[in-house]
């Protein structure tokens, strides 16, 4: 029986705390988050866990934020009942519903079905939700499309609904590539090919629409690749930075010939267009 080892962390403010701490933890061993209202419950094996694990989280030692935790031993955690506790499902400027199984079918035009595990991108996270409101705002029929950095998929198969294929679908994380084929799946997506890796993988490949919600400084790195796989007259969707590091992406982008468009913001996050 595998035992865990829960951590209940009280977070202010919450946003962007969470998103922060859910990366840093996900980089030393944490398998599993599930947010609160005030904070982050975050899991991870026994077996992997050590003492002073916690040390090397810059976010606890960050004046701007208040962190506080406690942590016990859990034995045969139930992924899924956590996760119906908490998760809602969300609705996108009236035309698009990202939920669970086990919410109601809804009217929206789109309905995307997600299993609520452990990956990022439910749509809950303000870049998911710009990113969602850019892609219905644009025709997508017929266009090959590029999701980096996919989490669950849902830009994917949201891309899919709306007329795009073929669709490449790319996380770095082997729990977002698996989770990402299952919702694939779920929603019945025929157009849709996931793959485990990085921007390395882009070579030889062009696409129409390249969409890349990661963080700013892999978008700073890898915005020449995504450039290079982008076909003339492409569009280019960034986000998973602030607002304040808007400036350097836009900079970033004009070295290479990327005309900026617009963005939207949502809690001082932002999400960018871009025209090749």
């Not at 865990?4 to 030393?28: C, M, Q, R």
């Not at 090397?56 to 034995?75: A, Q, T």
């Not at 304040?244 to 809690?267: P, T, W």
Request: proline letters at 3%; charged letters at 25%; one cysteine or more.
């Amino acid at each position: 029986m595998v035992t865990y080892i829960g951590y209940d962390f009280k977070v202010s403010p919450i946003n962007p705390g969470n998103e922060i701490l859910i990366a840093e933890l996900g980089s030393i061993g944490f398998e599993s988050f599930v947010e609160t209202e005030d904070g982050l419950l975050a899991y991870i094996n026994k077996d992997e866990w050590f003492e002073n694990i916690l040390d090397e989280v810059y976010i606890l030692n960050n004046d701007e934020f208040s962190i506080s935790y406690s942590f016990k031993d859990i034995e045969q955690v139930n992924w899924n009942e956590e996760w119906e506790k908490n998760f809602e499902a969300i609705e996108v400027d009236g035309v698009c519903t990202v939920r669970a199984p086990f919410h109601d079918t809804p009217k929206t035009e789109f309905d995307i079905v997600i299993e609520p595990k452990m990956s990022f991108g439910t749509g809950h996270h303000e870049t998911t939700h710009m990113m969602i409101q850019h892609l219905l705002k644009m025709d997508l029929e017929g266009k090959k499309t590029l999701d980096m950095g996919c989490g669950t998929a849902v830009l994917a198969i949201l891309a899919e609904k709306m007329g795009a294929q073929p669709i490449d679908a790319i996380d770095i994380d082997n729990w977002c590539y698996l989770n990402s084929l299952e919702n694939a799946e779920r929603n019945n997506c025929k157009h849709i090919t996931v793959y485990e890796g990085d921007a390395s993988l882009l070579e030889g490949r062009a696409y129409d629409l390249i969409i890349a919600n990661i963080n700013r400084n892999i978008l700073l790195r890898d915005i020449p690749v995504y450039v290079k796989s982008l076909r003339k007259e492409g569009v280019l969707l960034l986000s998973g930075f602030y607002k304040e590091d808007l400036d350097q992406v836009k900079e970033r982008c004009a070295e290479f010939s990327l005309k900026f468009v617009e963005n939207l913001e949502k809690n001082h996050w932002v999400a960018a267009k871009f025209l090749f």
